[in-house]
């Protein structure tokens, strides 16, 4: 019988895998999450517990997925009741956390007889539902093996699950992969900004970019966002901030100097204190067309 999978976190995210999961055959046990009205909804859907404590999570499921927003909710909940009577679960945690985090996760299921691995996402809320998150997993050899099965049903088949290596690279990895797309996404803003300024039409010059050095993946999924002002939120600004600012403290441990992303880090911390931290990434051409910005949001 497949194994019993429980729920920390069933925003967006959490909820379209657990959606996922329990088409894929397996059971889904409990959900949790701080938004009460949000684990009850979502557990009354799935046939399953809307527990009102961490540790009851753990006691009525073999595997717990995590999918929380940063290092201090990490740290709440494995800290909170999530780890009593462990012995012998596998935790699997799917935040963009700082590395030493998913270290000291590691080191506290250990602990209490438990496994745990990282396995970061670099996709959104459409390949959540679907099972084609790309998925970057890091810990123990032999803990990847146990979970494959389980992580294939949400990578297409495995196609798009890739092993990194011990605890705290694959955060690493996303970290970079984060920092970059969000380079990107500035400067798409920028030259898509520039152009709207100059009075270039914006589709023709999307084509433009896309048969060019200038394209990027960015351009396919943000570009016609920027040019429509349609930010609805698959990966929020407030995100962008947080991951850009992981990837540099991790710079600055390594004596690197990394201007274009701490120049991208503060155009996404001006959205967050402008108010638009619930936009999408795409919203950071909030601050570069001309005419836009807050008052006409």
Same mark, same amino acid.
């Given at each position: 019988?497949?194994?019993?999978? *429980?729920?920390?976190?069933?925003?967006?995210? *959490?909820?379209?895998?657990?959606?996922?999961?329990?088409?894929?055959?397996?059971?889904?046990?409990?959900?949790?999450?701080?938004? =009460?009205?949000?684990?009850?909804?979502?557990?009354?859907?799935?046939?399953?517990?809307?527990?009102?404590?961490?540790?009851?999570?753990?006691?009525?499921?073999?595997?717990?997925? +995590?999918?929380?927003?940063?290092?201090?909710?990490?740290?709440? %909940?494995?800290?909170?009741?999530?780890?009593?009577?462990?012995?012998?679960?596998? &935790? %699997?945690?799917?935040? =963009?956390?700082?590395?030493?985090?998913?270290?000291?996760?590691?080191?506290?299921?250990?602990?209490?007889?438990?496994?745990?691995?990282?396995?970061?996402?670099?996709?959104?809320?459409?390949?959540?539902?679907?099972? +084609?998150?790309?998925?970057?997993?890091?810990?123990?050899?032999?803990?990847?093996?146990?979970?494959? $099965?389980?992580?294939?049903?949400?990578?297409?088949? *495995?196609?798009?699950?890739?092993? %990194?290596? $011990?605890?705290?690279?694959?955060?690493?990895?996303?970290?970079?992969?984060?920092?970059?797309?969000?380079?990107?996404?500035?400067?798409?803003?920028?030259?898509?900004?520039? *152009?709207?300024?100059?009075?270039?039409?914006? +589709?023709?010059?999307?084509?433009?970019?896309?048969?060019?050095?200038?394209?990027?993946?960015?351009?396919?999924?943000?570009?016609?966002?920027?040019?429509?002002?349609?930010?609805?939120? &698959?990966?929020?600004?407030?995100?962008?901030?947080?991951?850009?600012?992981?990837?540099?403290?991790?710079?600055?441990?390594?004596?690197?100097?990394?201007?274009?992303?701490?120049? +991208?880090?503060?155009?996404?911390?001006?959205?967050?204190?402008?108010? &638009?931290?619930?936009?999408?990434?795409?919203?950071?051409?909030?601050?570069?067309?001309?005419?836009?910005?807050?008052?006409?949001?």
């Amino acid at each position: 019988m497949p194994e019993k999978i *429980g729920f920390v976190g069933v925003g967006r995210m *959490g909820a379209n895998m657990a959606r996922r999961l329990k088409e894929c055959g397996y059971p889904i046990a409990a959900v949790y999450d701080v938004n =009460t009205a949000a684990a009850q909804s979502l557990a009354q859907e799935l046939g399953c517990t809307a527990a009102d404590q961490l540790k009851v999570v753990t006691a009525l499921s073999d595997v717990i997925i +995590t999918v929380v927003t940063d290092d201090k909710a990490m740290k709440k %909940i494995y800290g909170g009741g999530l780890l009593s009577r462990a012995k012998g679960k596998l &935790f %699997i945690n799917c935040a =963009t956390l700082s590395p030493s985090v998913h270290v000291w996760v590691e080191q506290k299921c250990e602990a209490k007889g438990a496994s745990s691995l990282e396995a970061c996402m670099a996709s959104s809320i459409t390949q959540a539902r679907q099972g +084609t998150l790309y998925l970057m997993v890091g810990g123990k050899q032999e803990v990847f093996e146990r979970a494959k $099965p389980l992580l294939e049903k949400m990578s297409d088949e *495995g196609k798009l699950l890739r092993y %990194i290596g $011990p605890a705290g690279q694959a955060a690493q990895v996303k970290a970079l992969v984060n920092m970059v797309m969000n380079i990107n996404t500035a400067g798409l803003a920028e030259g898509l900004g520039l *152009g709207a300024a100059l009075g270039l039409d914006l +589709t023709m010059l999307r084509e433009v970019f896309s048969q060019t050095g200038a394209n990027s993946r960015v351009l396919q999924t943000d570009g016609e966002d920027m040019q429509n002002r349609d930010h609805s939120c &698959f990966f929020s600004a407030a995100h962008a901030a947080k991951d850009s600012g992981i990837a540099l403290k991790l710079a600055k441990e390594q004596g690197l100097n990394l201007p274009l992303a701490a120049a +991208t880090k503060k155009q996404y911390d001006r959205m967050v204190k402008e108010g &638009f931290g619930e936009l999408d990434k795409s919203g950071i051409a909030e601050l570069t067309f001309k005419g836009r910005g807050k008052a006409q949001q």
